[in-house]
C-alpha cells in the first residue's frame, strides 16, 4: 500500500485499486464493471463463470480489512442492464456493515430506485470538505477531484525492450484518476507530465513510478 497526503488529508492507495480516506473512514472504488461477465457469456464470449464472482470477492475482502463506515463507487458500478450478478450484488451489500454511495457514471443504467431500495444512496457528484467526487475526471476551481473512467494505465520498459502495462493511479496537480476495480476491464495508457504522479499496481504492490514511465 502506498500513504499519500492531499490538502492534510490522509490517503491510503490500495493494489486493489481502492482508495480508502482515513479523515472520513470512507473507501473510494472506481469502475468494478458487475455484471459484465454475465453480459458478455450472454453474447458468447467465452469468459470463465467464476470471474463474476472474484469482483465480489475482492469488495468483501477490501470492506473487511479497512472497516470503512462509508463505501463510495465512482460510477460503472453495474455493466449494464440487470442480470442474474444484480442478486449477488443484492446480498453483498446486505452483508456489508458500510453505507453504501454510488456516484453516477455512464454505464449506471439500473434504474435508481432499485438502489435506493438496497439502501444505496446514488448521486450525479458530491463535494466534501473540498474533495470533488465524480464519474468522469472534472474540474471545479478550488477543489480537488476524485473520479473514474478512463480505466488509467501505463507502458513500462522491462529488462531487455519488452514493454509491460499496468493499472495504475493518476494524480494530477488537481485530482486523482482510480484505476479499474473490476478485474475484466482494460487499460488507458496514458502519458503523463513532468508534475504528474503515477502509482503503478504490480504483484500486489502500489509502486511510484513518475520518474520510471517510457512516454
Known amino acids: 500500500m502506498k500513504e ?3 490538502n492534510s488529508h490522509h490517503f491510503t492507495l490500495h493494489p486493489s485499486g481502492a482508495i480508502f480516506w482515513k479523515d472520513k473512514e470512507m473507501l473510494l472504488i472506481a469502475d468494478v464493471h458487475l455484471g459484465k461477465v454475465a453480459h458478455f457469456r450472454k453474447h458468447g464470449a467465452p469468459v470463465p463463470a467464476n470471474a463474476a464472482f472474484q469482483n465480489l470477492e ?3 475482502e477490501i ?10 463507487f465512482l460510477g460503472d458500478l453495474f455493466h449494464s442492464k440487470l442480470n442474474e450478478e444484480w442478486q449477488d450484488f443484492e446480498k453483498w451489500v446486505e452483508y456489508t456493515k458500510a453505507e453504501v454511495i454510488l456516484i453516477s457514471g455512464n454505464h449506471d443504467i439500473i434504474p435508481q430506485y432499485l438502489y435506493e431500495d438496497l439502501g444505496v444512496k446514488v448521486y450525479d457528484e458530491l463535494l466534501l470538505e473540498g474533495f470533488h467526487l465524480t464519474h468522469h475526471p472534472s ?10 473512467h478512463v480505466h ?3 507502458r513500462m520498459r522491462g529488462v531487455g525492450r519488452q514493454y509491460l502495462r499496468f493499472a495504475c493511479f493518476y494524480k494530477t496537480l488537481n485530482g486523482l484518476i482510480l ?5 475484466f476491464t482494460g ?3 496514458l502519458k503523463p507530465s513532468v508534475n504528474d504522479e503515477v502509482f503503478a499496481i504490480v ?13
Open 58 to 60: 475482492k469488495l468483501t
Open 203 to 215: 504483484e500486489g504492490e502500489v509502486i511510484c513510478v513518475s520518474k520510471k514511465i517510457q512516454n
Open 187 to 189: 487499460k488507458h495508457v
Open 63 to 72: 470492506s473487511n480489512y479497512f472497516e470503512p463506515k462509508i463505501i463510495c
Open 4 to 6: 499519500i497526503q492531499i
Open 139 to 148: 474540474e471545479i476551481k478550488g477543489t480537488f477531484n476524485f473520479s473514474g
Open 152 to 154: 488509467p494505465g501505463i
Open 179 to 183: 484505476p479499474a476495480f473490476g478485474n
